[in-house]
């Protein structure tokens, strides 16, 4: 897919001379505002469902992560790691660099977005042809979308929790093997707790749940099950 930014510039005296967006084909939209001089980024985030979520980086590293619409502080890692392909599009190697590789976002342009067009808040059918591009876009691109939806499940640094629960599980089943010598009844017990442990991710600790962690239990509960059915 290639990526389309719109530039804005804001003035010189403004807190962030320069703004980037880019509307994602989820519906969202993405907006980088960057001071070069004082080596300040700030990420914002306004989801189709209303949510609005900002994080301000300086020279690399974040200093400030809010919920923009109720203005707590929140922890963004995952909620922007959504977007670390859609932000390594941006074709501008010092503001890259500026966020440092933050939210897994890379630090150098890799040449797959279209040309920046300056965008004058007057013209009104650029915005209107900007519009419809990314609808149609974002229909073309829908077998990319679910892709790009699962891969930050798959790739982002394990928290202390998913290891956790991946040990608690898979000693669990191990000592039910142990117990009875039974392939079928620990790995029942292996794939019912890496569900548990997926249900766990959305419904108590409120985030996608980490699926390579569901795979590391889910899989060899698998094998184990039709080991249990092989040499019944």
């Given at each position: 897919m290639r990526y389309s930014w719109s530039f804005l510039k804001n003035g010189e005296h403004a807190d962030f001379p320069e703004t980037y967006i880019l509307r994602t084909i989820?519906?969202?939209?993405?907006?980088?505002?960057?001071?070069?001089?004082?080596?300040?980024?700030?990420i914002i985030?306004?989801?189709y469902n209303g949510s609005r979520w900002q994080s301000v980086i300086s020279n690399g590293v974040v200093i400030r992560e809010v919920d923009a619409?109720?203005?707590?502080?929140?922890?963004?890692?995952?909620?922007?790691?959504k977007y670390s392909i859609d932000l390594s599009s941006l074709p501008d190697n010092q503001i890259l660099r500026l966020i440092g590789g933050n939210y897994g976002v890379m630090t150098e342009f890799l040449g797959k977005a279209e040309r920046l067009f300056e965008l004058d808040p007057n013209a009104g059918w650029v915005t209107f042809f900007?519009?419809?591009?990314?609808?149609?876009?974002y229909i073309l691109a829908i077998p990319q979308r679910c892709l790009q939806s699962l891969l930050p499940m798959l790739v982002y640094r394990p928290r202390v929790a998913d290891l956790i629960d991946a040990a608690i599980i898979g000693s669990l089943s191990w000592l039910v093997f142990q117990w009875n010598y039974s392939y079928l009844q620990a790995g029942t017990f292996a794939c019912a707790g890496a569900l548990a442990c997926g249900l766990a991710d959305v419904f108590i600790r409120h985030r996608a749940p980490y699926l390579m962690k569901v795979l590391v239990l889910f899989l060899p509960g698998m094998v184990a099950i039709w080991l249990g059915w092989h040499y019944q």
């Open positions: 989820r519906g969202d939209r993405l907006k980088v505002e960057a001071n070069r001089l004082r080596g300040m980024i700030r985030v306004e989801e619409l109720s203005g707590r502080s929140v922890d963004l890692e995952d909620i922007l790691g900007s519009w419809w591009r990314n609808k149609w876009q």
